[in-house]
């Protein structure tokens, strides 16, 4: 029979192709390979997933519903849009499926503590969320700078119970507190399991998310068949790191379904002004993995703009890279003014407020919809707006929208 890609990929070194793999100091290497190997058991215990099961229904409220947007594919008069509804998941966003999976193999592993790095904290809240339901530690790095943009997120990551450790070094942003992170977890290697926070970093990391998002989409695939008696034409989904969108992804890799990764076009074209690292990137290493990355001219991670603070990454998960790199991904770009749009049409057309995030999905589904007008087309909705209304309001007011 033949394999799945899901089988296939990774291999046992982490790679997709040429891209992934553990481009790691020393002091890590014999820690990520005792994660690798408890994962490859684990994967495959009858405990560890039915213990996840149990979570996933009783706590995070999963299966999230696929719901059809009626109103919004009529305004449109093309294609039929589809939701699978990642905004209902407990807290508000997909992350918590791979976050509770991480927390739960660092229970299996014995360990007693969570580190991780975030940008705008939602990766932090997350995990925050995920330590407390198991009683274990965790601690956030944050650089100073995001702390202070990132108030509300700072205080739910405290309320929840989370340490939230300042990087008060260099730019005071995402790199320092990565850098600040592994510091710290390297002196604390035996008793902390460092949780990364999409399909990106060092193998196991990019295999684990994406088994542990993959639940989005074989939901989805049943839910889907169920509701409409075929498989969906397209399945679109935004990408920072690509966790949401390989989770999505996964259910319909080796059917005849078109995949759309959705990225963000920030401002414009030029380097800087966005985040679209599948359009334009180039090949390298980046934070311990082998991928497509937006440089500047020294080779090291470019700056990134997004309105969405979930996609401003130069890097992207080596998965994506490897299937762009194949033809089996579709690359798309949206930029912020779009994604405002889009963001106050589902608003306003079916009662759904998304993530700044999904948002980018949303808008160019619009788009897609137009250009296919008797396909259908699934969306990972992958989060609620409530973290970026005041946000919205305060920079570009109240958009009536008349599609
Ligand atoms: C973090 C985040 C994303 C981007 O992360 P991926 O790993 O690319 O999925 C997308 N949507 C929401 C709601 C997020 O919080």
């Known amino acids: 029979m033949k394999k799945s890609h899901l089988q296939k990929f990774p291999d046992s070194e982490g790679f997709f192709g040429r891209f992934g793999g553990a481009y790691i100091p020393d002091v890590l290497k014999d820690e990520f390979e005792r994660i690798t190997k408890a994962y490859m058991k684990l994967r495959r215990s009858h405990d560890f997933l039915s213990e996840l099961r149990r979570i996933r229904k ?43 999976a991480e927390a739960l193999l660092a229970k299996y592993m014995g360990k007693k503590k969570l580190i991780a790095e975030t940008g705008a904290g939602q990766h932090g809240v997350a995990l925050a969320t995920a330590a407390a339901y198991f009683g274990l ?17 700072v205080v739910r990551m405290k309320i929840l119970g989370a340490e939230v450790i300042p990087a008060t070094h260099g730019l005071k942003t995402l790199k320092e507190a990565v850098d600040s992170a592994f510091e710290s977890y390297v002196k604390q290697i035996d008793t902390a399991l460092y949780a990364i926070g999409s399909v990106v970093g060092p193998h196991p990391f990019p295999m684990m998310v994406r088994d542990f998002q993959s639940v989005v989409g074989f939901e989805a695939k049943e839910q889907f068949m169920e509701m409409v008696g075929f498989l969906p034409d397209n399945v679109v989904a935004c990408v920072g790191g690509g966790s949401n969108a390989m989770g999505i992804f996964s259910g319909f890799i080796d059917d005849e379904v078109e995949l759309y990764a959705v990225e963000p076009l920030g401002k414009g074209t030029k380097l800087g002004e966005h985040a679209a690292t599948l359009m334009y990137g180039d090949e390298g290493v980046i934070h311990g993995f082998n991928t497509i990355m937006l440089k500047d001219e020294n080779g090291e991670p470019a700056p990134v703009h997004s309105i969405a603070s ?9 998965e994506q890279a490897y299937l762009k790199e194949i033809g089996r991904l579709n690359i798309a770009a949206i930029t912020d ?3 405002i749009d889009a963001f106050f049409a589902l608003s306003q057309y079916e009662g759904i407020i998304p993530a700044l995030e999904s948002a980018h999905a949303v808008a160019y589904a619009m788009k897609l919809a137009k250009e296919k007008p008797n396909d259908t087309i699934l969306v990972n909705l992958s989060g609620r707006g409530d973290k970026d209304i005041d946000y919205v309001v305060e920079n570009y007011g109240v958009r009536e929208i008349k599609l």
């Open 337 to 339: 003014e779009e994604t």
């Open 137 to 153: 530690e965790c601690e956030i790095h944050m650089g100073e700078v995001d702390i202070a943009k990132e108030h509300p997120n």
């Open 310 to 318: 979930g996609l401003d990454y130069p890097g992207v998960g080596p």
């Open 58 to 100: 009783h706590y995070q409220g999963r299966p999230t519903p696929v719901y059809h947007a009626k109103r919004l594919s009529e305004a449109l008069g093309g294609a039929q849009i589809y939701l699978k509804r990642e905004d209902l998941n407990h807290m508000g966003a997909h992350k918590l499926n791979h976050c509770m």
